[in-house]
């Protein structure tokens, strides 16, 4: 029979074996490249696509009703297209804004600039499209909002971005980068 501290060493060395932050920058670099190539994929469509009017490809309306019966606090395109249009904002506007936004938030992750703020702006931003979009979805939508959850989480910045040359990067510790990674590691095997 195996002692009770020996299996308590093997489970800590299982969740916090010391790792780099090489797999951080892949994920950001990565993370952040697939939500510039969503945000270019649909940016011919994007008004049609999430358009509120019946001339969209899918009435945004019917797939935010899809949305709001798996999840009420789920985010939509309306979270943010109806605060802009009480301030007198009109719908195209916002929703070019936020195409904007989506693009530029995925950009700072790929260069490493703003890290933490890109990958909470992307995460939000791409659930808002995912949700409203949900009609068109398929499975890498899902495993980028994982990543981009992940990213919101990590230890940033990884030593290859520009915050860490602007700021006074120093190494993250290792055990946590493991524990990180390991528990990304978990949910992706789950999923």
């Known amino acids: 029979m195996i002692s009770q501290p020996r299996i308590w060493d093997r489970f800590k060395g299982f969740l916090f074996q010391p790792e780099t932050d090489a ?35 899918v009435n945004r309306e019917i797939a935010e009703a899809v949305t709001a019966t798996n999840s009420i606090v789920a985010p939509r395109m309306s979270w ?36 933490r703020s890109a990958a909470i702006a992307a995460w939000f931003l791409h659930l808002c499209a995912i949700g409203s979009g949900e009609l068109l979805l398929y499975g890498a939508d899902s495993f980028t909002t994982i990543a981009l959850f992940y990213l919101m989480l990590a230890p940033l910045p990884d030593r290859w971005t520009i915050d860490a040359l602007w700021k006074s990067w120093h190494a993250r510790d290792p055990h946590l980068l493991g524990l990180c990674r390991r528990i990304l590691q978990l949910h992706l095997c789950l999923v």
Not at 25 to 54: E, K, T
Not at 83 to 108: C, D, K, R
């Open 80 to 115: 943010l297209t109806t605060p802009a249009n009480h301030a007198g904002m009109s719908e195209g506007t916002a929703l070019s804004i936020t195409w904007w936004l989506l693009l530029i938030a995925g950009g700072l992750l790929v260069i490493g600039l703003f890290c």
């Open 23 to 57: 797999w951080l920058a892949s994920l950001r670099i990565g993370a952040g490249l697939q939500v510039v190539f969503y945000a270019l994929s649909l940016r011919g469509d994007w008004m049609d696509v999430f358009s509120p009017n019946l001339n969209g490809l």
